[in-house]
């Protein structure tokens, strides 16, 4: 079993900055992929990014440029850094682990709570 606790969300304002977390415990290990997804209201979820044990990263069209991945093996965390934000990005956040691949649609077997970003413009 793996347990994902998400954390770093909240209110930003556009154009801000924000870093999501994600501490992984339990079977963890430095092999996983770890990614993140997100659900906006009313719409269905959806992949953002990943990045593998030896940090190849598969990133989301769309969020290049603006958000960036990146792990800490050693605290089994991965974060999301995300720039330049808008009320686009108003979301819930996801972190997902055990993925059978890297994109552009990972199926993740262990998945997060969630942390809202909101932003406001």
């Known amino acids: 079993q793996v347990q994902l606790v998400e954390s770093g969300g909240g209110l930003v304002q556009a154009g801000g900055s924000l870093r999501i977390s994600c501490v992984a415990s339990g079977h963890t290990g430095d092999i996983y992929t770890m990614a993140w997804f997100r659900q906006a209201p009313g719409k269905e979820r959806e992949f953002v990014a990943a990045i593998s044990g030896t940090a190849r990263i598969y990133f989301t069209d769309s969020l290049k440029g603006r958000f960036t991945i990146s792990r800490d093996n050693a605290k089994a965390t991965v974060f999301l850094h995300m720039n330049s934000l808008g009320p686009e990005d108003t979301a819930v956040y996801y972190c997902?682990?055990?993925?059978?691949?890297?994109?552009?649609?990972?199926?993740?077997?262990?998945w997060g709570r969630g942390t809202q970003v909101t932003v406001s413009s």
């Open positions: 997902a682990t055990h993925c059978d691949d890297l994109g552009p649609a990972p199926e993740c077997h262990y």
